[in-house]
């Protein structure tokens, strides 16, 4: 069992920054570790990639504002946005799969509003 606990979710306004983590007791460290984000009754969307090996990939509507990180002591994933916009509002997961199951934390909400 994969437990991923996101934090860092918040209201910020637009043009601002918010830094997500995820978090695992598990060492993730040689597996693809992903952000996505959904709105209520959408699809979840792909945000940011990162593989085992340093490869990362982003989302389209987010590529240039966002990074994705790993800090393997910490057993940690982080997301850096940058530049919000109210589109950006959602709740964000993480995601990995291991051993053919596909595991997702609760979620963080990031609302971006003046």
């Known amino acids: 069992q994969v437990q991923l606990v996101e934090s860092g979710g918040g209201l910020v306004q637009p043009g601002g920054s918010l830094r997500l983590s995820c978090t695992s007791a598990?060492?993730?460290?040689?597996?693809?570790m992903k952000w996505y984000r959904q709105l209520p009754g959408e699809q979840r969307e792909l945000v940011a990639g990162s593989g085992s090996g340093g490869s990362t990939d982003y989302g389209y509507s987010v590529k240039g504002r966002v990074t994705i990180s790993r800090d393997p002591t910490k057993k940690t994933v982080y997301l850096q946005m940058n530049n919000l916009k109210p589109e950006d509002s959602a709740t964000y997961y993480c995601n990995v799969v291991l051993g053919g199951f596909s595991y997702w934390g609760q979620g963080t909400q990031v609302t971006v509003s003046s």
């Open positions: 598990t060492d993730l460290s040689f597996y693809t």
